[in-house]
DNA sequence: GTCTATATGAAGATAGAC
DNA sequence: GTCTATCTTCATATAGAC
């Protein structure tokens, strides 16, 4: 198993003191960015010294490779902790977009997102793997979700196939709302009006590909 | 005019040193980021010792703001280039749609979207600069372009206002793609891929709200 | 493995001549 | 306004004792 894919996992190979260092190499990667965030920072966070870091991460980078590995694994494992009842295409739907963007529109979320387009250029492989940790991991269970419903003659995906109803369904539950949150960091997102989107999303959804 | 809402004026109050400045701050900070960027960097770049740079920008983060300012600018000129023909909404959609996406998922776009969302926290104006200056724009520009639609009754906006049915459409139009491309620096978009989702994101939009 | 102390380089910003 | 040279601070990383 190369890959960890739960946080549990991924923190057994690592000593406490270890877990202490990338716990608080987190916090301050994801508040200040990969060149904002300095050394000394995270070794004061962590309340070790600067050669407790060295002795378990090579450098810099490494740590900060380490850090988004274990941020990416625990948003799988949150978006994995999602349920959805098979069966009516509707309260799927609800459920499943409303856990979505409760993640999505998440402090933690935001932060690991912005940091991880910032530095995708500089770090390609961090880009894959939170694609393949985040969006498609909901993608995957969003197009699950719909080919029940396409079995059950509930929707009609003839011209369409699963993966793209799902990413359309992605497309409108994330919608303005994320992009807003992203350049409005001092504004929370109102309760309500992310109702009103999962609500437009889902019935822009149903209009265009529900059996009536 | 407080803000200035072209290239031409926003350069015009600025010398020709400090064009030269900005364009150069403009590449290096888009390349590496804000903190990423040296001040050494960019006046190489530019070709001029340090002390021209701080003679025209009081600090790093005052050149910072008025390159993303010049960008922010510059992609809003390059929205309102894009046109639109009232009376067919499927072509409208189609035109408008398709040149949205050639500037969102272009080189300077993607760089320009990095920067501002990673550093929002911090410069929590240049997120809202950017919101203004790209999302809002499309946002009124597609609104206009159903509010005809509407009013010659090619489609029913009962269920959802004018506002907000821009917004789903273009939450389709930038749908999976975008993030991909944000997420996958390496590997530009196939041509054909962008053609499929506008024509996904257009029978998606006119199902839903279209009148038949 | 962990600490204190430090080497080494580079960052942002300024001084002073022209 | 523009340059060269430099000040000061702070960054990453290491040496050497325990």
Known sequence: MNVPQTVAQLNLDLGPKARTVIHAASKIF???????????MIQREAG???????AHFANKET????????????FTASIQDIEFTPGNINQSLRLLGHAYLNVILSD?????YRIV???????????????RSGPNVVKSMVATCLSHAN????????????????EVFI????????????????????PSLQERWTEIAIMTFVRAYGVH
């Open 30 to 40: 994801l508040t200040h960015g990969f060149n904002g965030a300095t050394t000394d």
């Open 48 to 54: 070790v010294s600067k050669s407790t870091v060295y």
């Open 63 to 74: 740590l900060f490779l380490a850090v988004i590995q274990n941020e990416c694994a625990m």
């Open 108 to 112: 933690s979320a935001l932060a690991l």
């Open 117 to 131: 387009v910032a530095e995708a250029p500089r770090f390609p492989s961090l880009g894959h793997m939170f694609y």
């Open 151 to 166: 079995n059950a003659n509930e929707i009609n995906l003839n011209d369409i196939n699963e993966q793209e109803a799902a």
């Open 171 to 190: 497309a409108l539950m994330r919608s303005e709302l994320h992009l807003y949150r992203l350049t409005h960091p001092d504004k929370p997102v109102e």
